[in-house]
Nanobody, 128 residues
Framework: QVQLVESGGGLVQAGGSLSVSCAAS????????VAWFRQAPGKEREFVAG????????NYADSVKGRFTISRDNAKNTVYLQMNSLKPEDTAVYYCAARSSLTNYWRDYAQAIKYDYWGQGTQVTVSS
């Protein structure tokens, strides 16, 4: 089992920056692929960014590309999401998710159903 705990959410003005973290405990986290998803009220959960155990492999949703950066520190069992140039439409609960299997990863990394472990979420609110 892997337990994920997000932190760092909050309220920020449009154009500002915020960083959220996902700390893992349990099994060795370094071999897992990790992603950030978000869910706004009345909307489906959507993929934001993902990273494999090798920090060379990252993926982003088009809506955040160039503004958000995902990174990980395997020694600290932590994954980060740095969010810059935030917009009101980025307002959502942000969830960290992890998956142990990389089978077909390049086809389905954005599919929430493929992730085995989830955190409880952290609220990010961007005011206009």
């Amino acid at each position: 089992q892997v337990q994920l705990v997000e932190s760092g959410g909050g309220l920020v003005q449009a154009g500002g920056s915020l960083s959220v973290s996902c700390a893992a405990s349990g099994r060795t986290f370094s071999s897992y692929a990790v992603a950030w998803f978000r869910q706004a009220p009345g909307k489906e959960r959507e993929f934001v960014a993902g990273i494999t155990w090798s920090v060379l492999n990252t993926n982003y949703a088009d809506s955040v590309k160039g503004r958000f950066t995902i990174s990980r520190d395997n020694a600290k069992n932590t994954v980060y999401l740095q969010m810059n140039s935030l917009k009101p439409e980025d307002t959502a609960v942000y969830y960290c998710a992890a998956r142990s299997s990389l089978t077909n990863y390049w086809r389905d990394y954005a599919q929430a159903i493929k992730y085995d472990y989830w955190g409880q979420g952290t609220q990010v609110t961007v005011s206009s």
